[in-house]
């Protein structure tokens, strides 16, 4: 366990009492609230000294959603736990420039919002979506609020991360759990060839969380995801590589303890130095989310 205190980069909290979540309806680990109060205890002895809030998928529709609604009910846990210093919301980028006075808004009233996401891998037709020239204009439209995109696909997705990001040249972008690579499958060899080409391009970072989640939930073992870290490493390396928990989705496979217990051995295996090592829990996400620790 690091002996400094790191940055959390993908909290969810929700509360079905306040907003609706139609994506956890049925799931008994999911369908109901996870509040701040429950990430703090199953933080154990992580020295946490900061978290960025990462939207849950709240209904949305054609017209509208709980983009602002959601904003503020992280503002409200913020009270109870400061270190929730940055907020990433959805927005719904493929409305293009007609999205703008949102932005404004939640700029103007919500200082603490750092970038947006707008998932795609559920989208019925996420290549139509993420592809579009108004989802594409939206998203280069953040770079008017200085803000970032978070790209969150999965692995059978990645060739249309690989068109999205050649029309995105200026905007930061961060691509989330390392676009969740078919470790359970096997698809070692496509995760080598998506971070190799992908770290091409400068603007982007990745989000080093969830990996087991996307190995055998019940059966994962350190070996089975060192490669995949070890791959992220040697093409994005250590000054674009960011740690994240992603509680609570993370208790599907794993506990944040166990993950940064994982890593840990990783990086230690893998011959880090202190200061990259700090850099990946640390000082790249507050570089990274501006939040001026």
Same mark, same amino acid.
């Given at each position: 366990m690091p002996d400094f205190p790191i940055i959390d980069t993908h909290l969810h909290i929700w509360d079905q009492n306040r907003l609706t979540y139609s994506a956890f309806a049925g799931s008994p680990l999911f369908n109901h609230p996870y509040q701040i109060e429950d990430y703090q205890r199953d933080c154990g002895d992580l020295q946490i000294e900061a978290m960025v809030f990462l939207e849950c998928y709240a209904d949305f529709w054609a017209d509208g959603g709980q983009y602002i609604e959601e904003i503020k009910f992280v503002e409200e846990s913020a009270k109870r736990d400061p270190r929730i210093r940055g907020i990433v919301p959805m927005a719904p980028l493929e409305w293009g420039a007609k999205v703008e006075p949102m932005l404004r808004q939640m700029q103007e009233n919500h200082p603490t919002v750092k970038g947006i996401r707008r998932i795609v891998e559920f989208d019925k037709d996420p290549r139509a979506l993420t592809l579009s020239d108004d989802f594409i204009a939206g998203v280069n439209l953040l770079g008017k609020f200085g803000w970032h995109f978070e790209i969150n696909v999965n692995h059978t997705q990645m060739d249309i991360v690989r068109e999205f990001v050649e029309r995105v040249p200026e905007?930061?972008?961060?691509?989330?759990?390392?676009?969740?690579?078919?470790?359970?499958?096997?698809?070692?060899?496509?995760?080598?060839?998506?971070?190799?080409?992908?770290?091409?391009?400068?603007?982007?970072?990745?989000?080093?969380?969830? &990996?087991?989640?996307?190995? !055998?939930?019940?059966?994962?073992?350190? /070996? #089975? =995801?060192?490669?995949?870290? +070890?791959?992220?490493?040697?093409?994005?390396?250590?000054?674009?590589?960011?740690?994240?928990?992603?509680?609570?989705?993370?208790?599907?496979?794993?506990? &944040?303890?166990?993950?940064? !217990?994982?890593?840990?051995?990783?990086? /230690? #295996? =893998?011959?880090?130095?202190? +200061?990259?090592?700090?850099?990946?829990?640390r000082d790249n996400a507050n570089s990274f989310y501006r939040l001026g620790l």
């Open positions: 905007v930061p972008l961060i691509l989330d759990h390392c676009g969740k690579p078919g470790i359970k499958e096997g698809a070692l060899a496509q995760y080598r060839d998506d971070v190799a080409f992908l770290s091409k391009r400068k603007n982007l970072w990745i989000k080093l969380s969830d &990996l087991p989640v996307e190995a !055998d939930l019940k059966t994962w073992t350190e /070996a #089975d =995801l060192r490669p995949y870290i +070890a791959a992220t490493l040697d093409t994005f390396g250590p000054a674009r590589t960011i740690y994240a928990g992603d509680y609570p989705i993370c208790l599907q496979a794993t506990t &944040l303890t166990r993950w940064v !217990d994982v890593l840990d051995r990783a990086f /230690a #295996d =893998l011959g880090l130095s202190k +200061a990259e090592i700090r850099a990946i829990y």
